[in-house]
């Protein structure tokens, strides 16, 4: 069997830990060892941003703002295009989500002049928790003061800190809104304040990417907001530092990768493959080490962990399953129905529903040879998706396989006796549970 234990390149200290507990019983066991290789997978390649100019933590984008003014900005601006056909059928977006990425207060919310066709309200709602922050009511009769093609409100100012997402929507019926430009009509996109906002893609509908009329050629915000940058003389800043922010990353950058170096020669147990090691990049990682253990190891069975991760192999030997000679196998404990996320970490810009398809739990898998020549064969028609483990459910839904749930692969950081496995450890927890486990063989405790 071989094991694949999924890590970052600077976590040296959890592969360490993992060294001194479990893989160390592996190797002091010899008909054990003889039976399992252990490869902890990195990327070849670091992202050379510091983190503060990253559009996230969890990518590679480069952040580059500009100059913000401390006028009111708009969400919007006429667009540079193509001259409009006579009598253009246009989708105006019902909701513009977006990042701050770099405080601002919210003053006026504003809808599209050819979308108040009655009573609207227009809200500014705070993506992760779904709440109503500001909201303010339009009609013919009192539409508010016409700017640039959207007529705006006054809201009770709200202050958006650096980093939240949040999104503007119509919040009435009338969710939807199809319009004729003419020639004479100027078509908007969005305006990010020369960095100072982040948008997504407008069209996500009840956390999907479709619209009825996603068939149209063109498609504006149907919704608008003002807003103050918060101290711009702070991006000012941003800016003049940014070099000295490069020099030091690059610096740290050097002396991490000889460590790795080191720490390769010293145990041999590294499996680096052609990925960025970014958050964002782990689903190709998870493929890449399949391909590479594939070509290069013979075995029958692979496991998949992470490097946070307490695992007892010497359970999980003697309990694989018996192979089935018609289907592959995947053992582990799986969540069902999982909700798609539309914010944060794990927002979700690909898969089109609003549940993934049943996946087991990342902190501990075993599947079959047969499923990773699958994958492998596969590997270039597989869509990525935000993370490994939803990766894996979407792609071996299309598979004839046999699954095998078992909790004893633990999805959350409770402890069980004879579990197989369990996330989300520091290093000074997977120390206490493997000595534990040593002295009276229950890794929970000893009476």
């Known amino acids: 069997m071989v094991v694949l234990v999924l890590s970052a390149r600077e976590n040296s200290a959890r592969r360490q830990a993992i060294r001194d507990t479990w893989l160390k019983s592996l190797q002091d066991n010899a008909s054990l060892n003889d039976q399992i290789l252990v490869k902890f997978v990195v990327g070849d390649t670091p992202c050379n941003l510091p983190l503060e100019d990253r559009v996230d933590e969890h990518s590679c984008e480069k952040w580059s703002p500009g100059s913000a003014s401390q006028s009111l900005l708009t969400a919007t601006k006429s667009a540079v295009s193509d001259p409009i056909n006579s009598e253009e059928l246009v989708y105006a977006e019902p909701i513009v989500e977006f990042q701050v990425m770099q405080p601002i207060i919210v003053r006026k ?42 007529y705006y409100k006054k809201v009770e100012e709200y202050f958006l800190p650096k980093k939240i997402e949040m999104y503007v929507e119509i919040g009435s019926t009338q969710n939807e809104c199809a319009i004729v430009l003419h020639d004479t009509d100027n078509l908007y996109q969005t305006n990010n304040g020369s960095g100072v906002l982040r948008f997504y893609t407008t069209g996500r509908i009840d956390g999907h990417y479709a619209h009825p009329f996603k068939a149209l050629k063109l498609s504006m915000p149907g919704v608008s907001f003002m807003y103050d940058v918060e101290n711009p003389e702070d991006l000012e800043l941003h800016k003049a530092s940014q070099a000295s922010r490069q020099s030091q990353i690059e610096d740290a950058l050097a002396k991490d990768e000889k460590s790795l170096a080191d720490e ?67 053992w582990g404990h799986f969540r069902y129905n999982w909700a798609v996320e539309n914010t944060g970490k794990w927002a979700e810009s690909n898969y089109q529903a609003p549940a993934y398809p049943k996946f087991a739990c990342g902190a501990g898998y075993v599947i079959s040879k047969s499923i990773v020549k699958w994958l492998v064969e596969n590997k270039q028609h597989l869509e990525l998706f935000q993370g490994e483990d939803t990766s894996m459910g979407i792609w071996l839904a299309a598979v004839a396989l046999q699954t095998i749930d078992d909790p004893l692969w633990q999805c959350e950081s409770e402890c069980i006796s004879d579990m197989y496995s369990m996330p989300d450890l520091g290093a000074e927890k997977l120390h206490q549970l493997w000595k534990n486990k040593l002295a009276c063989g229950d890794p929970c405790g000893c009476l």
């Open 109 to 150: 919310l504003g809808i599209y002049k050819k979308c108040l066709k009655s009573v609207v309200k227009v809200m500014l709602v705070d993506a992760f928790s779904s709440k109503d922050i500001a909201s303010a009511e339009f009609s013919p009769g009192d539409p508010g003061v016409l700017e640039d093609g959207y």
């Open 264 to 330: 390769q020669l010293r145990y041999g147990d590294l499996l680096f493959v052609p990925v960025m090691d970014i958050y964002r990049n782990i689903p190709q990682k998870l493929l890449e080490s399949f391909h590479s253990a594939y070509d290069t190891t013979k075995f029958k069975y692979l496991l998949k962990t992470d490097d946070d991760c307490y695992l007892d192999v010497e359970k999980i030997l003697p309990a694989l399953p018996k192979k089935n000679e018609r289907l592959g196998q995947w």
